[in-house]
Structure formats: C-alpha cells, structure tokens
C-alpha cells in the first residue's frame, strides 16, 4: 500500500490522547521492575499508578512469565463455549469464590479486563431477573463521577459527563443519581417504580471519578436501601478487588454482601488481561439450579482463557504468599500521613486517602480556572522529577502505587508532588 509517511511514523493511536500533538512524542516503556519503569532513552520513573490502577505486585516478577510461558506449552487456547473447561480457570474460579465476601459465589470470567466485566454483569443482572419472572426490571442505576469502563454498557453508566457526552444515549434504561446522597437513590428508585429497577453499580471507592472515599455511613445505606426495594447491588471493584484497600474485596472491608462482583486490574497485576464477575448464590440460582433450564447467552472468544487464567492463578498467590494485603493495611497510614501536606499548599483544595493503597490531591478550583492547562503541566513536571502521577476527571492528581512500593518510595511521590505543586503555584511562571 503506497504511503506518504515515513516509514517509521507511528501508526498507535494511544488512548485518551490528542494524537496531533501526541504522536511521535509518546514516551516507550520498555522495562519494569518492582514499582520503577524504565523508557527506551534510559530513564527511570517510580511509578505513583501501578500502570492504570493495576500492576499490584510490582514489575518484572519471572514467576508470572513462566507460568504463562509453561501454560503455552501444554495448551495456549482452547474455547469454553458451552462444553470446555480447562484446568487454570477451573482453579482460578475455585479460588476467587473461596475468597469472595459472599457465600455459593459461581465466577464467569471475561477477556479484556473491567468493561467486559461490567457489560457482562449489566447483561447478567437483566438475564436474573428476566429468569426470576420480573423481565420490567431493567433499569441500572450509577452515580455521578462514576467509571464503568468504555464498553456501551460502561460508557452509558459512566457519570463523567466529558466521557459520554460524543456518544449518548448508548445503552437506554440506565439512571444516574448524585454520587454521595443515599436519598437520592431512593427517591430514584420509587419514582421509577422498584419494579423497573434492575440494578444499583456501586465502586466502594471511586476511582477514575477522582478517588471519593465512601462518604460515613454510605455504602450502609445505599445497601439498605437495595434490600428494601430488592434491586440488585453490583459492587464494581475493577480497582479495589484483589487487595487495593486492605482486604481481599472493598466489599468485605465495608461489610456489603453484593449480589455481583466485577473484577479486573488486580486479578493479574496486568501480566495478561484477564476479568471476572463474581455472581452471589442469589444470582446464580436461576442458571444453576437442578434441572433449571435457565442459560445465560453471553460469552467471549476469551472467556477462561488458560495463559490468562494460569497467570491469574499465580498471581493471587503470589499475594497470599507474600501477604501484600496485610502490606496495603499497613502502608495506608503512611501514604495518608505523606500525602496529607499536600492539603495545605495553596495549589491543592483537598487531599483524599485512608482506604488502602489509593490517594487523590485535588487542584484548587481557581488555580484550574484562571490556568485550564496546570493539571496536565503538573502531571508533567511531576514526570519531570521522576514520578508517573495522571490527572483524574481533569481535578485531581491519582496516586495508587504497587503494593510492594518501599515508605521512602512513597515519600519520594509527595516530594515530587509538593515540589511541582510549589512551581505551579508561583505567579507569573514563564
Ligand atoms: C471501576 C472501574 N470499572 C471498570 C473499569 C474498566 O476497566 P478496563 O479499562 O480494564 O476495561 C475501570 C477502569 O479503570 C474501573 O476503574
């Protein structure tokens, strides 16, 4: 095929990012190791993100590459469309129902991380109740500053008005309430008629929204509330499973007994993509049950890959092995107390942390509205001093570093920060 470009023009088109300016100037990582990477000019950045949220226990862990190159060997694919099974994902659902924060829990796995999840248990909470004989429940209900994923169904669930706004409405039936306000799902949920309402999608903690803690008493609340009116409760943990705050499940911390899970991120660390969906007894009764007749039709290529799944496996012992869940609960004390400062520089309005390994700093509202473009220069004077931070919703500064990040590695993140918060705050920078 003829072309005008040169024959080394990049062809990647990178995620959320302006390609007129961004192309040939992205940064190429090409090595990791613990919570540094290392990019193809010989530069070392301690990475403040594990990746987007994910790479918990750390880069460069040989035991995950030869697990998956031996699974290769003995077979690197094989479908599980109706009849298949193989032995990884038969060991890999074992253990995350063993794990999970509700009893009789059945795992259906999916390919490409979170937003295959999230479409999967939208579909699944519609399939239950269509099973259970109440196919009007169809509505799903999230909240603002909400991320499901970019799938339709995530898209259309997302309450990050600048990540919906090119492509609503998507997927129809889907209700957004206030993020913090318990009453107002109430008042959502009878206006509609709780006969309509299929499901509530809850992160225990926002994450991409800007990392909200629950507000006190929340998740009790809303959880009530879906008993009260028997909506089901989908607790999105695509960050938070697997150990971010503490405990296996965010769920388990606060006390939720979701009717479904959706997991990603954590599940491997990122060594490969790789999803689940854990679904209560509840849930799965219709499908399950002796003699029923129930089937959910949905599945991908992927689901239960064994390469994917047997470095799944390895890589959620390899955190009881390590216990890097006790190591979050006792680095969420010292990452709140380091970043906890940052509170008071004048460039920040709040620093959000205290639920394990997650933490935002929110720039001040008037910094962000006489200077639209101080996030993105913060983010990149931070790089500048060796640390990987993001911009979260165009607020805030992420931080959720591996587990096995050091306390003086952590320190090294709030020195960084501070140090270009101090520039950006200066008046009348060049
Ligand atoms: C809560 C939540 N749900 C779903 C997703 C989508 O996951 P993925 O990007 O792996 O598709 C994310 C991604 O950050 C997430 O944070």
Avoid at 46 to 51: E, F, K, T, W
Avoid at 193 to 208: D, I
Avoid at 399 to 409: D, G, K, M, N, R
Wanted: charged share 20%; proline share 6%; glycine share 10%.
């Amino acid at each position: 095929m003829a072309s005008s470009e040169p024959a080394n023009a990049t062809a990647f088109w990178n995620p959320f990012a302006n390609m007129a300016t961004l192309a040939g100037h992205a940064i190429t990582i090409v090595r990791g190791e613990g919570s540094t990477v290392y990019d193809s000019q010989g530069n070392a950045y301690l990475d403040a993100l594990a990746s987007l949220w994910y790479c918990n226990v750390g880069y460069g862990r040989p035991e995950l590459a030869e697990t998956a190159a031996a699974q290769m060997r003995e077979i690197a694919g094989f479908q599980t469309f109706e009849y298949y099974t193989n032995p990884p994902a038969d060991a890999l659902c074992r253990l995350i129902a063993d794990l999970a924060p509700m009893a009789g829990a059945k795992v259906f796995l999916t390919p490409g991380g979170g937003s295959d999840a999230v479409d999967t248990a939208g579909k699944l909470a519609r399939a239950y109740w269509h099973a259970a004989g109440q196919p009007d429940r169809q509505v799903i209900i999230s909240r603002t500053h909400a991320y499901h994923g970019m799938n339709a169904y995530g898209t259309s669930l997302s309450g990050i008005p600048l990540l919906t706004e090119s492509y609503a409405p998507l997927v129809s039936q889907v209700e957004h309430v206030p993020w913090d306000d318990p009453g107002a799902l109430e008042k959502a949920i009878e206006l509609l008629g709780a006969g309509r309402v299929a499901a509530f999608f809850c992160e225990p903690v926002m994450g991409a929204g800007g990392v909200y803690p629950p507000p006190e008493g929340y998740l009790d609340q809303v959880r009530q509330i879906c008993r009260r009116h028997d909506v089901l409760f989908v607790a999105d943990e695509v960050i938070t499973g697997y150990g971010r705050t503490g405990q296996w499940f965010a769920s388990g911390r606060f006390g939720l007994d979701p009717d479904l899970i959706t997991t990603a991120k954590g599940l491997s660390s990122g060594y490969l993509p790789i999803g689940a969906v854990i679904a209560s007894a509840r849930v799965a009764e219709p499908f399950w049950s002796h003699g029923g007749a129930e089937v959910f039709r949905h599945g991908y290529t992927y689901s239960g890959h064994p390469v994917a799944a047997a470095v799944a496996l390895a890589n959620l012992r390899l955190i009881e092995r390590e216990q890097l869940i006790a190591r979050v609960r006792a680095l969420e004390p010292v990452l709140a107390r380091a970043v906890a400062p940052l509170a008071a520089h004048p460039a920040v309005s709040e620093v959000r942390s205290g639920t394990g390994l997650l933490a935002a700093v929110e720039i001040a509202e008037e910094l962000r509205a006489a200077d639209p473009a101080v996030g993105q220069r913060l983010v990149l004077a931070i790089r500048e001093r060796g640390v990987i931070t993001r911009l979260l919703r165009g607020v805030a500064l992420q931080v959720s570093p591996p587990f096995v990040i050091t306390e003086a590695e952590i320190a090294r993140i709030a020195e960084a920060f501070a140090s270009a918060l101090d520039d950006a705050a200066r008046p009348n920078r060049g």
